[in-house]
T-cell receptor, first 113, second 116 residues
Framework: DQQVKQNSPSLSVQEGRISILNCDYT??????FLWYKKYPAEGPTFLIS?????DKNEDGRFTVFLNKSAKHLSLHIVPSQPGDSAVYFC????????????FGPGTRLSVLP | DTGVSQDPRHKITKRGQNVTFRCDPI?????LYWYRQTLGQGPEFLTY????????KSRLLSDRFSAERPKGSFSTLEIQRTEQGDSAMYLC??????????????FGPGTRLTVL
């Protein structure tokens, strides 16, 4: 039973356009969410996070939106660049879970020049 | 390079053998995590240390798995009597302690284990 879902295994976007990666969760106890990017042969790299007390967090080209009522979050990348091509993981945690972060299965983003 | 390092990067072993992996976290980070990742899945949390104390180990996959961080610096993950189902990427991550509690983690490149 996956508590964190990323229903799109892959996504292709033209360079310069917006990339939108989606993530859904089932556990209403989750209150902290993170996005990671992973290149081949490397470990995941932390991108951006959001606490459940916010509905938006922005860092440069990356913005994460959280819709608690829908148990949904999304990562927007604007503008998309070829170097953004990677696998993106959504992760969630709950205060009661301590440091146990639950990851989704990932979405492979391809930014086409 | 001051990132998280893991050794070895690849390990091939025969079923029934014991294997040990090492992780060196970023030096000022006092939290250290172990994850397992299988094909097509995200990292799966295994265990976590704050300094030398193992604060969460209920997610270790079986009693064949054990982890140590004896001096609060590097950590080892041991798998005894390996099985073919143990074949996976084993990731280590570290993070600093903050008063806010939870922050993003810095991952190493992983150790890929293949059990024949």
């Amino acid at each position: 039973d996956q508590q964190v879902k990323q229903n799109s295994p892959s996504l292709s976007v033209q360079e310069g356009r917006i990339s939108i990666l989606n993530c859904d969760y089932t556990n209403s106890m989750f209150d902290y969410f993170l996005w990671y990017k992973k290149y081949p042969a490397e470990g995941p790299t932390f991108l951006i996070s959001i606490s459940s007390i916010k509905d938006k967090n922005e860092d440069g080209r990356f913005t994460v939106f959280l819709n608690k009522s829908a148990k949904h979050l999304s990562l927007h990348i604007v503008p998309s660049q070829p170097g953004d091509s990677a696998v993106y993981f959504c992760a969630a945690s709950a205060l009661d879970y301590g440091q146990n972060f639950v990851f989704g299965p990932g979405t492979r983003l391809s930014v086409l020049p | 390079d001051t990132g998280v390092s893991q050794d070895p990067r690849h390990k091939i072993t025969k079923r029934g053998q014991n294997v040990t992996f090492r992780c060196d976290p970023i030096s000022e980070h006092n939290r250290l995590y172990w994850y397992r990742q299988t094909l097509g899945q995200g990292p799966e949390f295994l265990t976590y240390f704050q300094n030398e104390a193992q604060l969460e180990k209920s997610r270790l996959l079986s009693d064949r798995f054990s982890a140590e961080r004896p001096k609060g610096s590097f950590s080892t993950l041991e798998i005894q009597r390996t099985e073919q189902g143990d074949s996976a990427m084993y990731l280590c991550a570290s993070s600093p302690w903050t008063s806010g509690g939870r922050v993003g983690q810095y991952f190493g490149p992983g150790t890929r284990l293949t059990v024949l």
